[in-house]
């Protein structure tokens, strides 16, 4: 990136990024919390039905029973994880752009102040 316009561009282009990245964030938390409650509705009721047997079995029995509800929030709960490092990333790409905006724009002044 050489001129204004081209950084112009860029920052545009990295704020309608955190823009979405932000949209795709909240979506996934939604997700999430979702499947959190799924899961632990399915956990609480797996414990009402679960056979008779010492404690480890009847755990095991209940996991086995909420693996599919466990499956969607961790999953869910990875994808939160991606959308937010994304934002994260573009932010800092963001950042990135305006401290070379900055630099460029006192080397410009030193310029006009030396010449």
Excluded: C
Excluded at 29 to 34: F, I, Q, S, T, Y
Excluded at 63 to 76: G, I, K, N, V, Y
């Amino acid at each position: 990136m050489n001129n204004l316009t081209e950084y112009s561009t860029e920052l545009f282009r990295l704020s309608a990024l955190i823009d979405s990245g932000i949209t795709a964030l909240r979506d996934a938390a939604n997700e999430a919390a979702h499947a959190e409650h799924d899961y632990r509705k399915a956990k609480a009721i797996a414990w009402t039905q679960a056979p008779q047997g010492t404690v480890p079995v009847r755990e095991a029995w209940v996991e086995s029973e909420t693996a599919d509800q466990r499956l969607r929030l961790d999953l869910a709960e990875g994808q939160k994880q991606a959308a937010l490092e994304a934002v994260r990333s573009r932010r800092q790409q963001l950042s990135g752009i305006q401290s070379l905006l900055a630099a460029h724009k006192e080397e410009a002044a030193f310029t006009r102040t030396a010449g």
